[in-house]
């Protein structure tokens, strides 16, 4: 009987599920919950985007460590026939794609110094670099 007084008394116990520790609770789990169904979207539009990359042709490489060419694409057993090297060909499961590879563009050479870019060539004007800096330096000189 003392103990259901003491409860009786206590602010808390009547708030019930309005309390503030409730309140923050239940947003804490909103807050849970939301960020794993964002981390599965965005997991899930990963893999969509990886398997419209994936195509006969194109570089490739498996979770194993596999790198390969795609032959071909068999969508009923979810097979990929990959060409490791020229002529050795080998059959794996297409959840095993990793990472597709982007084919390496050649780099652009770029010399040492700016000069040899322009050198001898006509600019739009119609006069070479060299007529180009000495019609500069000319103009600079009237001005002094």
Same mark, same amino acid.
């Given at each position: 009987?003392?103990?259901?007084?003491? +409860? *009786?008394?206590?602010? *808390? *116990? %009547? *708030?019930? +599920?309005?309390? &503030?520790?409730?309140l923050v609770l239940f947003a804490m789990?909103?807050?849970?919950?939301?960020?794993?169904?964002?981390? %599965?979207?965005?997991?899930?539009?990963?893999?969509?985007?990886?398997?419209?990359?994936?195509?006969?042709?194109?570089?490739?490489?498996?979770?194993?460590?596999?790198?390969?060419? $795609?032959?071909?694409?068999?969508?009923?057993?979810?097979?990929?026939?990959?060409?490791?090297?020229?002529?050795?060909?080998?059959?794996?499961?297409? %959840?095993?794609?990793?990472?597709?590879?982007? &084919?390496?563009?050649?780099?652009?050479? $770029? &010399?040492?110094?700016?000069?040899?870019?322009?050198?001898?060539?006509?600019?739009?004007?119609?006069?070479?670099?060299?007529?180009?800096?000495?019609?500069?330096?000319?103009?600079?000189?009237?001005?002094?």
């Open positions: 009987m003392f103990s259901s007084s003491i +409860l *009786a008394a206590d602010p *808390a *116990a %009547q *708030a019930g +599920l309005l309390s &503030p520790m409730n789990f909103a807050l849970l919950i939301f960020m794993m169904v964002r981390k %599965q979207k965005k997991t899930k539009a990963a893999a969509e985007e990886q398997r419209s990359k994936l195509a006969p042709g194109v570089e490739m490489m498996t979770n194993f460590g596999l790198f390969g060419k $795609v032959i071909s694409i068999d969508e009923d057993e979810n097979k990929i026939l990959l060409e490791i090297s020229p002529g050795t060909t080998a059959t794996v499961h297409r %959840q095993t794609v990793a990472k597709i590879i982007a &084919p390496v563009e050649a780099e652009t050479v $770029v &010399p040492d110094d700016a000069s040899s870019l322009t050198l001898g060539k006509l600019g739009e004007t119609g006069e070479t670099a060299e007529e180009s800096i000495e019609r500069l330096k000319n103009e600079n000189n009237k001005d002094n």
